[in-house]
Every structure is written in C-alpha cells, then in structure tokens.
C-alpha cells in the first residue's frame, strides 16, 4: 500500500512538472498560473525562479535622473508588462554614490545631500520594494 501511494504522489509531481514545463515552452511565468494549495506545496520544492516576484530596478545616467527624463523608461516599462510585470524602480548609481559620500550613515544628511542635488534618492524605496515583494 506505501508503495502505491508513493507511486501516486510521484505521478502528480511529474504532472504538476509537466504542467509548468508547457507554460515554460509557451513564455509564461510560474506565477501567472492557478494552482492549489497542495500544488504550491510541490512547486516550492523545486524553487523556480520564474514563481518568484521581480523588481526591476533600471539605472539611467545622473543628469537624466536629476532631470526626470529618459527616453527609454516608457519601452523598459511596456517591455516589463508584457513579460509577467513586476514594479520598475528607475534610479541612478552615480547619483546615489554621490549622496551616500555625503554622509554614509546620517538619513538626515544624506536628504540634505540628495535635495541640493536636484532629486530624492531611491534607496529607501528600493529597499522597501525589496521587503515587500520577498
């Protein structure tokens, strides 16, 4: 009888395996499927990354940040939601380099830095994105 009910099991996995395997071949993400409680069970054993939310954090030039205005964010944007979606959080390393310089750990510093700059910085909503979207 144990026998059986392992065999049971192991023919639903390779189901549930299948199953992901045709969305895989057709563009689809894990995420974007229906599954049941029992299924998510089975799907977090074999962690794919495609069942795993996405942040997309683009990183534009200093100048186009401070100015607000890139003309690729609209494409990367349309691009994302055609590809299971996600939020984008568009920054810049530069410009963030430059306010962590200031004054590496004082917040109040740093906004001080960010502000005479031209733009907030991003790093408190990247972060919280990141939480969130564990």
Do not use: C
């Not at 690729?72 to 410009?95: C, D, H, R, T, V």
Request: charged fraction near 35%; charge should be positive; proline fraction near 4%.
């Amino acid at each position: 009888m144990k026998r059986t009910k392992e065999k049971k099991k192991e023919e639903e996995e390779m189901e549930l395996i299948m199953k992901v395997k045709d969305m895989l071949e057709n563009k689809q993400h894990v995420k974007e499927g229906t599954w049941s409680a029992k299924e998510v069970d089975l799907l977090n054993k074999h962690l794919f990354l495609t069942s795993k939310p996405v942040v997309f954090l683009v990183n534009i030039g200093r100048d186009q940040y401070i100015k607000q205005k890139n003309p690729w964010l609209p494409k990367i944007q349309e691009y994302i939601n055609q590809n299971g979606g996600g939020p984008m959080i568009p920054y810049s390393a530069e410009f963030e380099s430059e306010v962590v310089a200031e004054a590496k750990d004082d917040r109040d510093a740093q906004a001080a830095k960010a502000k005479e700059l031209g733009a907030p910085s991003k790093i408190d909503r990247i972060i919280k994105a990141g939480y969130r979207h564990l």
